[in-house]
C-alpha cells in the first residue's frame, strides 16, 4: 500500500513538472515568436514612418519648383498674407521658421507614438502628413527669404536695426518713458494672465471670494493707471495735430506723471520756439516795411526835384547837342529811378496790407483791353506778336479798378521785357459763373533756374543777370493785389513757356474797402 502510494505521488509530480516544463517550453517560444513579429513589426513602423518624412520632404521641396503647381502653391487670396509677412520685423520671421521646423518634427515623432493600424487606417494619417507638408513648406518658403536676404548686407543690416528685438532695446534705451512703457505693458500681462488664471482655479476649488477681491484690485488699480496714460497719449495727439496745423496757441495738458509727461513738455517747448520765431520774423518784416516806406520817402522829395529841374532845364533850351543828349539820359534815368521808387513803395504797403482798396463794378475786359493799348507802340516796335482772344466784348466784376489795371500792366510789361524776339504773346480773358479767369503765356528768352514760385518774392528776376530794365517787383505786386481781393495767382513753366493765371471773384454789390 505504500508502496503504491509513493509511486502515484511521484507520477504525480512528474505530471505536474512535465507540464510545468511543457508551458515554460511553450511560453519561451511565445515569446520568441512575438519578439520576433513585434521586431519585425517596429522595422516596418519605422520604414513607413521615415518613409512618410521622406516623402513629405520631398513633396514639400519639389512641388514650388513644378511650374504646374506653383499657382495652387502661390494662390491669390495668399497675397495679403505674403504682403503681411514681408513687413514682419526679421526675427519674427526666423521664430516663424524655427516654429515650422519645430512642428515638422514634432509631427514625425508623434507618427512613431501612434499604433500602427490606427495610423495607416484612419484620417489622422491624411491630415498628419499634410500639416508636415505644409510646415515644411512655409519653413522653405522662410528659408528661401534668409537665403536672398543674407546675399544683400546692406538690406540685411536695414531690416535688424528694424527688428523687434532692437525696437525693444532702443525703446528701454529711452530712459524713463521706454522703461515705463515696459513696466505697464508686463504690469498689463500679469494681470491679464492672473485673471484669467483665478477664474480657472475658481471653477475647480470655488474660490469665489478671492476671485471678486482680485477683480477689484484689478478695477481700482491697474485700470485707472492704464486708463490715465491713454488718455495722456490722446491729448498728445490731439495737440501735435493743432500745432502741426498752425494753432501755435494750443498748450498739450497732461498729467506730469504719466509716461508722455516729458515728451508733451518738449513740444510744447517747441511750440513756444515757433511761435516766437514768427513773432521776431513778423517784427522784422514790419520793420523792413517801415524801413522801405521810410526810405522811399525820403528819395522822394530829391527825386521830385532832379524830375522837376530837368524840365525846367529842357524849358530854357536850346542848349548844343551834346547838352541835350545828358539831359535826355538824365530825364531817362530819373523817371526810371521814380518808377522803382513807386514799386517800392507799393510793394511796401502790399506787404503791411495798408491800402485801400475800392471796390466796385468794373469791365475787366476794357481794363485789360487799355493796359494792352498802353504797350501797343512797344509791341509793334519789337518783334513781338501779341495774341488776344476775349471771350466777351464786356466782362464786371467786383474789383479794385485801379489797382486791377495795375496787375494787368505788370504782367505785359514782364511779358514785353522777358519774352524771346520773334515769339509770341497769348492773352486770354474769360469768365465762369462766379469767377474771372485770366491767362497770359510768352516764351521766356532766359533760362528759369530757380522755382517758378520764388518769383513772386520781392527783388526776384528770371534774368539774373539783371542785363533788362526792371525792379523784379512786378510780379510780388501783382499777387499782393490779386489776394487782396480774394482771388489767386500761379505761375506755371514748363521748358522755356512761362504762364500766368488769375483766377478773380466776380463779388456782388458796390462799396469802398479798406485793408488794414
Given at each position: 500500500m505504500d508502496i503504491r502510494l509513493k509511486s502515484r505521488t511521484v507520477a504525480a509530480i512528474a505530471l505536474v513538472a512535465t507540464l510545468f516544463l511543457i508551458c515554460l517550453l511553450f511560453m519561451v517560444l511565445i515569446d520568441q515568436l512575438i519578439n520576433t513579429y513585434y521586431f519585425s513589426y517596429?522595422?516596418?513602423?519605422?520604414?513607413?514612418?521615415?518613409?512618410?518624412?521622406?516623402?513629405?520632404?520631398?513633396?514639400?521641396?519639389?512641388?514650388?519648383?513644378?511650374?504646374?503647381?506653383?499657382?495652387?502653391?502661390?494662390?491669390?487670396?495668399?497675397?495679403?498674407?505674403?504682403?503681411?509677412?514681408?513687413?514682419?520685423?526679421?526675427?519674427?520671421r526666423i521664430i516663424i521658421f524655427i516654429i515650422c521646423v519645430t512642428a515638422f518634427g514634432f509631427l514625425f515623432v508623434l507618427c512613431a507614438q501612434?499604433?500602427?493600424?490606427?495610423?495607416?487606417?484612419?484620417?489622422?494619417?491624411?491630415?498628419?502628413?499634410?500639416?508636415?507638408?505644409?510646415?515644411?513648406?512655409?519653413?522653405?518658403?522662410v528659408g528661401r527669404w534668409g537665403h536672398t536676404l543674407f546675399k544683400d548686407q546692406a538690406r540685411l543690416h536695414e531690416q535688424w536695426e528694424n527688428s523687434y528685438a532692437i525696437t525693444v532695446y532702443k525703446g528701454l534705451a529711452t530712459g524713463r518713458t521706454g522703461m515705463g512703457a515696459l513696466l505697464l505693458g508686463i504690469t498689463t500681462a500679469i494681470a491679464g494672465i492672473g485673471v484669467w488664471h483665478l477664474v480657472h482655479l475658481s471653477i475647480y476649488t470655488g474660490w469665489?471670494?478671492?476671485i471678486i477681491a482680485y477683480l477689484v484690485l484689478y478695477l481700482l488699480l491697474v485700470v485707472p493707471y492704464v486708463m490715465k496714460n491713454v488718455y495722456a497719449y490722446h491729448q498728445l495727439v490731439r495737440g501735435a495735430e493743432q500745432i502741426a496745423g498752425g494753432d501755435l496757441r494750443a498748450v498739450i495738458k497732461g498729467n506730469e506723471h504719466s509716461l508722455f509727461s516729458g515728451l508733451a513738455l518738449h513740444v510744447n517747448n517747441m511750440r513756444q520756439g515757433y511761435s516766437i520765431m514768427l513773432e521776431n520774423k513778423i517784427k522784422s518784416e514790419r520793420l523792413k516795411s517801415e524801413l522801405i516806406t521810410n526810405v522811399s520817402h525820403d528819395l522822394k522829395t530829391p527825386l521830385t526835384s532832379i524830375i522837376n529841374y530837368v524840365d525846367l532845364i529842357k524849358q530854357e533850351g536850346p542848349y548844343a547837342e551834346q547838352v541835350n543828349h545828358y539831359v535826355e539820359v538824365l530825364e531817362r534815368k530819373a523817371q526810371r529811378l521814380n518808377v522803382l521808387i513807386e514799386d517800392l513803395f507799393e510793394a511796401s504797403r502790399m506787404a503791411s496790407g495798408a491800402i485801400e482798396l475800392d471796390i466796385q463794378e468794373v469791365d475787366v475786359a476794357a481794363l485789360l483791353t487799355q493796359a494792352m493799348a498802353e504797350f501797343s507802340d512797344q509791341f509793334e516796335q519789337s518783334s513781338l506778336t501779341m495774341r488776344v482772344k476775349l471771350e466777351k466784348p464786356h466782362i464786371y466784376a467786383q474789383l479794385d479798378g485801379r489797382k486791377t489795371w495795375r496787375v494787368f500792366e505788370n504782367l505785359i510789361s514782364n511779358a514785353y521785357k522777358y519774352s524771346l524776339p520773334q515769339s509770341r504773346v497769348y492773352i486770354v480773358l474769360n469768365e465762369g459763373e462766379h469767377d474771372v479767369f485770366f491767362h497770359i503765356q510768352n516764351t521766356s528768352q532766359y533760362e528759369i533756374e530757380h522755382d517758378a514760385n520764388e518769383l513772386f518774392e520781392r527783388f526776384k528776376r528770371a534774368d539774373l543777370s539783371r542785363h533788362t530794365e526792371g525792379s523784379g517787383l512786378g510780379l510780388a505786386i501783382a499777387k499782393s493785389i490779386v489776394e487782396l481781393q480774394g482771388g489767386e495767382i500761379a505761375i506755371e513753366v514748363s521748358g522755356d513757356q512761362f504762364n500766368v493765371r488769375i483766377q478773380l471773384p466776380k463779388g456782388t454789390g458796390s462799396s469802398s474797402i479798406r485793408k488794414e
Open positions: 517596429m522595422m516596418e513602423k519605422i520604414f513607413v514612418t521615415f518613409a512618410i518624412g521622406a516623402g513629405s520632404c520631398a513633396v514639400g521641396i519639389v512641388l514650388p519648383k513644378v511650374p504646374a503647381f506653383k499657382p495652387m502653391l502661390n494662390p491669390r487670396f495668399l497675397e495679403p498674407v505674403r504682403k503681411g509677412f514681408n513687413r514682419l520685423p526679421i526675427d519674427i501612434v499604433p500602427y493600424g490606427i495610423f495607416l487606417f484612419s484620417i489622422y494619417f491624411i491630415l498628419n502628413l499634410a500639416a508636415m507638408v505644409a510646415s515644411l513648406y512655409v519653413a522653405q518658403a469665489t471670494t478671492a
